[in-house]
């Protein structure tokens, strides 16, 4: 048994790969990966095209897909080369994501050393349509007596330019992951989607009040009731709308 014939012990792939050898016995355990060959004593060896099955399955997980999907990809399921694909403008997506979100982030540092309150006319010029003064008065009308508004209300007061410009760069990276999600042809159940729908909750949980599942399936009902929020996400991509109510939905389900 040596390295140059390409059977190689469960430590030595691991350690070639970078990953546990728990790992390697969970990828054996549940047939995604099982040794083809062994020692005369029982022990694992993996050979060449063992390795070249343990590359794809580390690129996937990479990608974040779930090792049930990743099998079936592996045995000849689905269209793998139609799989890449999308998986690929998933990737390319996100690198523009993050490179929009790095310019938002040395905006707000530049803005950080004077970070005052945002003035009006601010606001408009960040938020755009999404900073209606209308809106806000009907929003506290609705809304002003409730727990959620009071804690929204003294989280934001001490917001300034810099704060207000990391929200907007956080939700605008949320809405690139969900229309990422929807172009590349993602379900609204699937991991890409539940992803963004966890993102989306844990950006109002963490900038404007205590979001529960429950309380964001509320709000995933409300952007396809209401038009304005409807219309808001259509701007982004045909069917948009509909589709991050189902990913709120089925997230919320995933943490039920």
Do not use: C
């Not at 070639?16 to 995604?32: A, K, Q, S």
């Not at 929807?182 to 205590?210: I, K, N």
Request: charge should be negative.
């Amino acid at each position: 048994m040596t390295e140059t014939t390409q059977q190689l012990t469960v430590g030595q792939v691991a350690e070639r790969f970078g990953v546990t050898v728990r790992t390697l016995h969970h990828y054996d355990e549940i047939g995604v990966l099982t040794p083809s060959q062994r020692t005369w004593s029982g022990y694992r060896l993996y050979t060449e095209a063992d390795l070249e099955r343990l590359a794809t399955i580390v690129l996937y997980r990479r990608l974040e897909i779930g090792l049930e999907e990743i099998a079936a990809l592996l045995d000849g399921g689905p269209d793998v080369a139609e799989h890449l694909r999308r998986q690929r403008a998933t990737v390319i997506t996100r690198i523009d994501e993050l490179r929009a979100l790095v310019t938002a982030l040395d905006h707000a540092l530049e803005a950080a050393m004077g970070n005052r309150p945002a003035t009006t006319e601010e606001l408009k010029a960040m938020f755009g349509d999404g900073f209606d003064e209308a809106y806000a008065a009907e929003a506290q009308e609705r809304w002003g007596d409730t727990p959620a508004w009071s804690q929204s209300q003294a989280r934001t007061a001490a917001y300034g330019t810099a704060d207000w410009a990391a929200v907007k760069a956080e939700m605008d990276a949320v809405n690139s992951a969900f229309v990422a999600a929807l172009t590349a042809g993602e379900p609204a159940v699937g991991v890409a989607a539940m992803d963004a729908a966890e993102a989306h909750r844990r950006h109002f949980d963490e900038r404007f009040y205590d979001v529960s599942y429950a309380m964001h399936r509320g709000l995933a009902d409300m952007y396809v009731a209401d038009p304005r929020f409807t219309a808001t996400y259509e701007e982004l991509a045909p069917g948009l709308a509909a589709y991050v109510r189902d990913a709120i939905y089925a997230n919320a389900d995933r943490h039920a």
